[in-house]
């Protein structure tokens, strides 16, 4: 006899278009209820202190939603094994419901669930819906995985190709059954207050919005504009997506209702998240083993003074520091400032690229362990369907093309905002009287260049080479 059903929230902290919430509701005998439940300290944590802010605002987001539909969210304390199994005795609930999330350490965590239910007579549930195809799924003619993209995006398009369809799944307005008695749990995780998960709205209707707002504005102009750090064109669904605040189908459903070359632009960025988990569950040491094991014996330079430097912000290159101040302000940076950043660490600094993705790791609200490792990894020229690493980004190049009016470093790197357009990229070639007018002193008011970008790039390319 059973008087609930359990729905373990891990990285799908919405209501809508919630695969196993839909499942636990379809399964109901007379009599039970749905016990909605969110384990800390388990696999699908955050890890940095960026994503562990937005996340507690979205638990509690989850919770004021699930309030206003008659029920709440109960918080039980980890390991998910044992937390799962005194909340199934507690209710008395036989089965219980979660949707997979597709890292090694969630999968190892979802078995010892499952283990541990089922010597107690309890079943666990597992839906899809993270990701748009399960990984493992999209496979050569050979039936190996993807290293390449392109290939992997001609057959993952073709699968996708009817959700214009799909709905997205209704609103759910209906109350959810809740039990006569709610057990005692775990407080809420504190709000941060003050934090930079202020400047974002966390949660499933925080992301409704942004997903409104985006397809509304910017999706028509996402192709032309997506790559300019200066403009406000992108979406800005990362941290949304991370932790499932919206389902991935409905934003790709909705993305393809409008059609035109913007849509298509960015559900072509949407299948990269996908190619990262597909090669995140066929590599499973992608956060720090290169998938080119050449890589392993780059003589790297571990200059803790030029790593901090770039941490925070003040290498000299000023497309650099902005992109690096950018994320220390806001948890976020712009996706072309994440590869010029990366490249400069890992190809100009000839730092591991794996400081880069620890550093990531604790700074971004979007953190998430397979578009982090993978992105590393194709930016430092070591991952699946890399860019070569002789490709190695120039800063002022970059300026020139994802900032041209020097808009985006006048709005990070204000001890720069006075230099016009054709200095702000490289303040070392301005004149004299340029720098003046604009109050700019370099050495004391904006350091100087931590490297020259020629002769670094020459000692990255003939540190690759002595790899042979
Ligand atoms: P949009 O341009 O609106 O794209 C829509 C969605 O597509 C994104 O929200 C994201 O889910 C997906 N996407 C976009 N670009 C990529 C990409 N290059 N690879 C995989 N998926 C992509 N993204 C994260 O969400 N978490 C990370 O930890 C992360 N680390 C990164 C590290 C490096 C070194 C680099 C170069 C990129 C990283 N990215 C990461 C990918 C990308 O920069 C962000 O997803 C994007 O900037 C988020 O902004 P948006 O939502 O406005 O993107």
Redesign the pocket.
């Known amino acids: 006899m059973s008087d609930a059903v359990i729905v373990w929230f891990r990285r799908d902290l919405r209501l809508r278009d919630n695969e196993s919430l839909d499942a636990a509701l379809r399964s109901l005998r007379p009599g039970e209820a749905i016990v909605p439940l969110y384990v800390t300290g388990g696999a699908a944590q955050a890890h940095g202190t960026a994503?562990s802010a937005w996340l507690a605002a979205a638990v509690r987001a989850l919770d004021a939603t699930l309030r206003s539909r008659g029920s709440r969210l109960l918080i039980a304390d980890g390991p998910a094994h044992e937390a799962l199994a005194r909340a199934s005795a507690e209710v008395r609930a036989e089965r219980v419901y979660c949707t997979r999330h597709w890292t090694p350490e969630a999968l190892a965590e979802e078995t010892a669930v499952r283990d541990g239910l089922s010597s107690a007579g309890v079943g666990l549930h597992v839906s899809e819906g993270q990701l748009v195809m399960v990984p493992g799924t999209v496979l050569t003619r050979e039936g190996r995985p993807y290293k390449v993209f392109t290939p992997f995006f001609r057959e993952w398009s073709r699968v996708i190709a009817d959700m214009a369809a799909s709905s997205g799944g209704p609103a759910r307005q209906s109350a959810l059954p809740a039990p006569a008695r709610w057990p005692d749990c775990a407080p809420l995780p504190p709000s941060s207050g003050g934090g930079i998960a202020d400047l974002w709205t966390p949660g499933e209707a925080g992301a409704r919005v942004r997903l409104g707002m985006?397809i509304a504005d910017e999706i028509d102009g996402?192709a032309r504009s997506?790559d300019r750090a200066d403009l406000d064109?992108?979406?800005?669904?990362?941290?949304?997506?991370?932790f499932g605040e919206v389902s991935?189908r409905n934003?790709v459903s909705s993305a393809m209702k409008e059609r035109g070359e913007g849509a298509s632009a960015?559900v072509r960025?949407?299948?990269?998240?996908?190619?990262?988990y597909h090669v995140l569950h066929a590599f499973p040491g992608l956060p720090d083993t290169p998938l080119n094991a050449r890589f392993a014996r780059l003589p790297w330079r571990e200059d803790a003074l030029n790593a901090d430097a770039w941490m925070s912000g003040l290498t000299g290159f000023p497309l650099v520091d902005a992109g690096m101040r950018e994320l220390a302000q806001t948890g976020?940076?712009?996706?072309?400032a994440?590869?010029l950043?990366?490249s400069f660490l890992s190809k100009d600094l000839l730092e591991r690229?794996q400081i880069?993705?620890r550093h990531?790791?604790e700074r971004?609200v979007?953190?998430?362990?397979?578009?982090?490792?993978?992105?590393?990894q194709?930016?430092a020229g070591c991952g699946a369907d890399a860019a070569p690493f002789f490709r190695i980004f120039n800063p002022v190049v970059q300026g020139a093309k994802v900032d041209p009016e020097g808009e985006y470093v006048r709005r990070w790197v204000p001890e720069l905002a006075g230099l016009p357009p054709r200095w702000i990229h490289r303040p070392w070639d301005a004149p004299a009287a340029e720098l003046s007018r604009a109050g700019v002193r370099p050495g004391d008011t904006y350091p100087n260049r931590l490297v020259d970008h020629a002769a670094a790039r020459e000692r990255a390319l003939s540190a690759y080479r002595a790899t042979r």
């Open positions: 994503s985006f996402y997506h064109a992108t979406s800005r669904l990362s941290p949304h997506l991370a991935v934003v960015f960025q949407i299948a990269w998240r996908d190619f990262a976020w940076m712009h996706n072309r994440r590869l950043v990366g690229w880069g993705e990531f790791r971004l979007d953190a998430d362990t397979a578009l982090n490792a993978f992105n590393w194709w930016v």
